[in-house]
């Protein structure tokens, strides 16, 4: 096995690391940003409208896990792929996640969100991004410094297709985990805010899963 190495060290270092990274994230978003997102959620509630989250790879994964919160809260919540999403209209929202803000594939139905009316949040690292630039309101959460080694890989389908990785916190491990963190947070201020308890969410929880 060559050197002797204590591999639960390392993958306890790693988690250390990653949640003072969250820590720190912490105190680096911005609160008006999720007062407004926040608020958008609330009208979405009380409005009755629709809410789409959209991620690719493992932050569509995070979004998936926000849904269903939502769904929990008594949302018309959904996740873009899935077949028995219903068509976005005006008043409706759109969450889109994305680290780069570049991925072309959420950047294009973001813009298509847009072209019907539908309010859209942008969760990622670069404002400035594409997606951030065309977002109603956008919370800026803290990722790895760079989007990657090559900057024409900035775009999540062809870093997969040709390989481009990036070292520990690997691909967009920091960003991801502290979206998921991050959101989670903003499931229990709305639970706050709209006067859900938990037994509510746990009513409206799966009673058949595999």
């Known amino acids: 096995m060559g050197i002797n190495r204590n591999y639960a060290d390392i993958a ?55 849904a269903m919160r939502l769904l929990h809260m008594g949302f018309n919540s959904y996740v873009l792929g899935d077949t028995i999403v219903p068509s976005v209209s005006k008043g409706d929202v759109v969450v889109a996640i994305s680290g780069s803000g570049r991925t072309k594939l959420i950047v294009t139905a973001a813009e298509t969100a847009k072209q019907v009316g539908a309010t859209v949040v942008a969760v990622t690292t670069y404002p400035e991004s594409p997606l951030g630039r ?21 775009d999540y389908f062809a870093r997969q297709i040709l390989g481009v990785h990036e070292p520990l ?24 805010k709209l006067g859900v308890s938990e037994d509510q969410m746990r009513m409206r929880h799966a009673n058949i899963e595999l």
Request: no cysteine; glycine share 8%; aromatic share 8%.
């Open 12 to 66: 306890l270092s790693a988690m250390n690391e990653i949640a003072r990274f969250i820590e720190k994230a912490s105190h680096e978003i911005e609160p008006t940003q999720v007062e407004r997102f926040i608020d958008v959620l609330e009208k979405a509630y009380y409005g009755k409208k629709k809410v789409l989250v959209m991620g690719a790879g493992r932050s569509g994964l995070v979004g998936r896990a926000f």
């Open 169 to 192: 916190a690997p691909l967009g491990t920091l960003f991801e985990d502290t979206a998921m963190v991050f959101l989670d947070g903003v499931v229990y201020s709305l639970m706050v």
């Open 134 to 154: 065309l977002a109603d309101v956008v919370v800026r959460v803290p990722g790895r410094a760079k989007t990657s080694r090559r900057g024409e890989m900035d």
